[in-house]
């Protein structure tokens, strides 16, 4: 649970975000904050008192999980709008790359559609459908990965 006050704590100590596996309050105060926090919804009522067996720090260190993903030291997160992405730091230069690449290729596409080409045009939807009918199996991705429009 984070609230308002850890979110200013985390802004004052110049945190990029904070990911929460859990709930958050103060909503309206954490966006005026400013600290991006990614979470699994909202919640009002405060932390519950904790019997002393379960309160402490926790450890540092080690991996955790966070959803479907095992966190490590040294990796790194990066989240927006649509969420949360956890990736080792070596893996960093190939996404990073891909990423741009991935990036151009909508853009083209965005700058096409809005000149007037239909997406479908595009994407060559009329004949993937043809190809659905010969093939049940056809997959849209490796399709249009052929016309070298993935997206």
Not at 39 to 62: F, M, N, S
Not at 89 to 110: G, H, I, M, N
Not at 112 to 141: S, T
């Amino acid at each position: 649970m984070i609230g308002d006050l850890l979110a200013t704590e985390a802004s004052c100590k110049g945190l990029a975000g904070v990911i929460v596996d859990g709930l958050v309050r103060d909503t309206t105060e954490l966006i005026a904050i400013g600290v991006p926090i990614f979470c699994r919804g909202a919640y009002p009522v405060g932390p519950l008192k904790l019997p002393q067996d379960l309160k402490g720090i926790g450890d540092i260190g080690v991996a955790l999980t966070l959803g479907n993903a095992t966190v490590k030291s040294g990796d790194w997160a990066f989240g927006d709008a649509d969420g949360v992405i956890v990736m080792g730091s070596s893996d960093l230069p190939t996404v990073f790359e891909w990423a741009e690449k991935a990036y151009q290729r909508e853009e083209a596409l965005a700058a096409q559609i809005r000149e007037g080409v239909p997406l479908g045009e595009l994407l060559g939807i009329e004949a993937f459908v043809e190809k659905r009918a010969v093939n049940p199996q056809a997959d849209f991705n490796q399709h249009i990965s052929d016309l070298d429009q993935a997206i």
